[in-house]
């Protein structure tokens, strides 16, 4: 059964660090891995995805990385700002039960002023 | 804009009283499912469906039905809620049929925060 751990659960960073937030899962066997933001009582906002055969992808200040064989995923954040803080949750689509997403429990992260 | 709608955003109701939440999506998308998010135990799958007319199980299935008689609609049904499905529910969707299309991204609706008293 596929299990996605992130690390760390909460995060405070100042204004403009650059922070790093981590996500492994047991089994390499899946489609592709995706990065959402959820602020509080909101919804999910889909923030990088990548498929199983990429290494990285990039949007803006964003970078997240995948080792299948090692079952890790990185999402960096560069220069992080006030706006960025949410919660951060990664998901891997799984080849079997149903090709669901499979959900870690997310990073809290507040970035201070 | 390619989106997925749900409704209501929020909704008190009381034990026992049937409810259905709505789910709609503007692009084509053969998979959908449903999600519901809990403090502590994350996002868990609720139901999924493949295609119009298929639906499965998900990892949280008891209490809830589904249909998909149309490729856009996938309502979640609570044909008699209980005090424990108070939750913030999700519904998304995204390609499937295939590897190809299942190395797709996932679009999530805004949620709906039930509350079962």
């Known amino acids: 059964k596929q299990e996605v751990t992130q690390i760390p659960a909460a995060l405070s960073v100042p204004e403009g660090e650059n922070l790093v937030l981590n996500c492994s899962f047991t089994?390499?066997?899946?489609?592709?891995l995706q990065w959402f933001r959820q602020d509080p009582g909101k919804g999910l906002t889909s923030l990088l995805l990548i498929q199983s055969s990429q290494r990285e992808q990039t949007s803006g200040r964003l970078n997240a990385s995948l080792d299948k064989s090692s079952g890790r995923s990185t999402l960096y954040i560069a220069a992080s700002q006030p706006g960025d803080s949410a919660t951060y949750l990664c998901a891997v689509r799984v080849t079997e039960y149903g090709n669901k997403l499979v959900f870690g429990a997310g990073t809290i992260l507040r970035v201070k002023s | 804009e390619a989106q997925v709608t749900q409704n209501p955003r929020y909704l008190i109701t009381v034990t026992g009283k049937k409810l259905t939440v709505t789910c709609s999506q503007n692009m084509n998308h053969e998979y959908m499912s449903w999600y519901r998010q809990d403090p502590g135990l994350g996002l868990r799958q609720i139901y999924y469906s493949m295609n119009v007319e298929v639906t499965d199980k998900g990892d949280v299935p008891e209490g809830y039905k589904v249909s998909r008689k149309e490729k856009r609609n996938f309502p979640l049904i609570l044909e008699s809620p209980s005090p424990n499905q108070t939750s913030l529910y999700f519904c998304?969707?995204?390609w499937g049929r295939g590897p190809s299309r299942l190395n797709t991204e996932a679009f999530f609706g805004q949620g709906t925060r039930l509350t079962v008293v």
């Open positions: 089994d390499s066997a899946i489609y592709n």
């Open positions: 998304a969707s995204s």
